[in-house]
């Protein structure tokens, strides 16, 4: 019964996701549905992306949280459209929420979207917005068991940004055995290893992140 | 109609949870609801308190995960009763898995329950299960702006660890702020600083612990 009524909210969430999809594809604007759990460094990751794709791409930016605008106050010196969805509780952003806020956006002004979830490795990966590419954030102080724990969002996921490598040694983090895990999980996920504290590894996932920008538009 | 769908799950939630509490206050057990975001350190400090509260209080822990029984393989090593909840995708625990879970318990053996939520800062704050001692962790990688955007959990628990002290330093973390941020939210709120790593401060969180154990087997 329960399951039922989950279902129905699927179904109806799936729909706006598509429409979402549309627009974006008309518009020509990749959207990147990016999530974490709390604190992982997702608006790190954005913040540093804007600054490497500067010059090279149109980016906009939905920030998703229960409450406050601490992360879009912190994006605001980046001269880009930016919009806060505060979701008032609920754990994750939905497709409903995404359609009102790109209402409100001029997406043909845009190369990318890059949409900030709420902090939860969870429940976000349930719900599609109508992006092109999920990308998911863990950090080295989260552990590498958390593919098995938490597996939907690792398994969904078009990329995997290992965030915080500065911290490796600093725990009992193993990168193989997260990058073995993961791939027996998802096989064509693509993995990036950075840290937004010191600037590592972000050059080739903004490379990366340029290129299928590019494809997107293509086709 | 939505809300309405939700208010609904909440009230069959809570009288659940209150059947629960009559069986924990019956048999003289105090249940601790142990909330925290993936990786914050909840099984370490599960292992750190069943270790030093060894000879002292008898102990029983549940373990809710999305999926996977890592967790309780951790805890073997401790002759305690486990018990692993596999939620099958549902991103918190709800009193009618605890009371699931406990019809298998001896509880009048125990002076301690405690309960591992899943690894969320949302939705398992939303969900009571009939303890008596909401606590939770947040680790000093999560970063001190926490608060503000996942309030409920920070105004409803009774305790914060902050966990991973020993990363203090590595990145802009203030304790100050986040002591100053929880306390306006919450004034009546018990913060303990500890590292699973080093072990500082564990024995301040463990003797306070066994004290409320104390007080909650005379009241």
Redesign the interface.
Known sequence: MDIE?LEG?YDANEKVARENYTLFRGSGVLAMNLMA???AGKTSLIAHTLELLKGRRKVGVIEG????S??AEKLKTYDIPVIQINTG?I?HLDATMIQQAIAQMDLDALDLLIIEN??????PA?FKLGESLRAMIL?V???H??P?????MFSDSDVLVVN?T??IG??DFDMAELRDTVTRMNPDIIIFEVSC?TGEGLSAWVDWLDARIGEFKEG
Chains 1, 2 share one sequence.
């Open positions: 009524i909210i759990s709390p604190g949280d229960i409450a406050s601490v992360d509780g754990c709420v902090g939860n490795l969870v429940c349930e950090s102080a989260e552990g068991d958390k098995l724990k938490y597996p939907l915080k500065d911290l600093m725990g504290r």
